[in-house]
C-alpha cells in the first residue's frame, strides 16, 4: 500500500526555521519525484518545492533562496528546510508524488498534511 506521512509541522516565530520530513512507504520513493505543496485557508493549493528522481528541483519564486528540497532514498524520505519564515507562509503542508518537477504538477499520492503556523 502506498503510503506517504508528513511531519515537523508546528508554530515557529517570524525569521524561524522548521523542517518537514515526507516519509514513503509501499514504495521505493529513490524512483519517484516528489513535491511538497501547501493550501492557506481560503486560497488555492499551489506547489511549493518539488525533487525529482535525479535530484533536479523546483522552487516556486515565494521560496526561493529560503527553502530548499532534498532527499535520502536510503531513509526512503524527502525533506524540506524552511528557513527564514514569513507569516504568508501559514499553510498545511503536503507531500506527493509529482508527474512533472518543473512547476510540480502532481500526481495521485498524496500524504495528509502538516500544519505549519508563523506567528509572533
Known amino acids: 500500500q502506498v503510503q506517504l506521512v508528513e511531519s515537523g509541522g508546528g508554530v515557529v516565530q517570524p525569521g524561524g526555521s522548521l523542517r518537514l520530513s515526507c516519509a514513503a512507504s509501499?514504495?521505493?520513493?529513490?524512483?519517484?519525484?516528489i513535491g511538497w505543496f501547501r493550501q492557506a485557508p481560503g486560497k488555492e493549493r499551489e506547489g511549493v518545492s518539488c525533487?525529482?528522481?535525479?535530484?533536479?528541483?523546483y522552487y516556486a519564486d515565494s521560496v526561493k533562496g529560503r527553502f530548499t528540497i532534498s532527499r535520502d532514498n536510503a531513509k526512503n524520505t524527502v525533506y524540506l528546510q524552511m528557513n527564514s519564515l514569513k507569516p504568508e507562509d501559514t499553510a498545511v503542508y503536503y507531500c506527493?508524488?509529482?508527474?512533472?518537477?518543473?512547476?510540480?504538477?502532481?500526481?495521485?499520492?498524496w500524504g495528509q498534511g502538516t500544519q505549519v503556523t508563523v506567528s509572533s
Open positions: 506527493a508524488t509529482v508527474l512533472v518537477v518543473a512547476g510540480c504538477r502532481p500526481d495521485d499520492y
Open positions: 509501499g514504495f521505493t520513493l529513490g524512483y519517484y519525484a
Open positions: 525533487i525529482g528522481s535525479l535530484s533536479n528541483t
